[in-house]
């Protein structure tokens, strides 16, 4: 393997968004390290993708497993010693298509918040040190519109509780790891790749999980004049 050819991880890499964006990186020489729970469907995924041309390798990453973070990021370190790229791309919606305040039970938050938010910061966390290795770090949080507060704006948008707050947390997250990171050369971000048609919810939507990748993959590439600490979507970055 080329040294100079960037290592990505992506979490949540077996379908949807995450397959996308695991092959458009693969496509642009990245070397592609797709995560995923299920290691029938993420052996499946990595074979597609080798057989599309990209340098791909299944690693066996459930967001809410310690032990197979800690070991996964082992893995990334022994056979490749540092970490280019990660996209927290892995994330849940157990209240399609919606779910009051009112109605939402404590169970439902607190798993939502176990991969959304707290997976998260676990992944990050267990590979902070292999990006921190890199000339250029980059860390890309897929949230979601949901999760800021103007998106509601008084209006009789219907409430997706739970998961709106977790990704209203993960955006705080977002930025405090950029705050930490910023006199380095990594890069922390968070996106939205608008309402795309995935299993997340049921398969509705206005986009295609192709066209929801493209964020992921600016951010995930982007130059060192690029945004840090910021919410972007297509269209440009988003006040907080």
Known sequence: MAADRKIALITGANKGIGFEAARRLGALGVVVLAGA????????????????????HFLHLDVTSPSLIEQAARRIDERHGRLDILIN???????????????????????????????????TNAVLPLLRRSAAGRIVNVSSEM?????????EMPAITAYSVSKAALN????????????????????????????????????????????EVRLAT?????????????EGIRPW
């Open 37 to 56: 729970r299920d290691k029938g469907r993420g052996e499946a995924a990595v074979e597609q993708l080798r057989g599309e041309g990209a340098d791909a």
């Open 89 to 123: 791309n892995a994330g849940i919606n157990i209240e399609w298509p919606s779910s009051r305040p009112s109605e939402v039970g404590v169970e439902q938050l607190r798993t939502t918040f176990e991969t959304n938010v707290h997976g998260v910061a676990a992944v």
């Open 147 to 155: 999760g800021l507060p103007a998106w509601l704006d008084g209006s």
């Open 172 to 215: 705080m997250l977002t930025l405090l790891y950029a705050n930490e990171l910023r006199s380095t050369p990594i890069k922390v971000n968070a996106c939205s790749p608008g309402f795309v048609a995935t299993d997340i919810n049921d398969g509705f939507g206005e986009r295609t999980a192709e066209e929801g990748a493209a964020i």
């Open 222 to 234: 982007v130059g060192a004049d690029g945004p840090t600490g910021c919410f972007v979507t297509d």
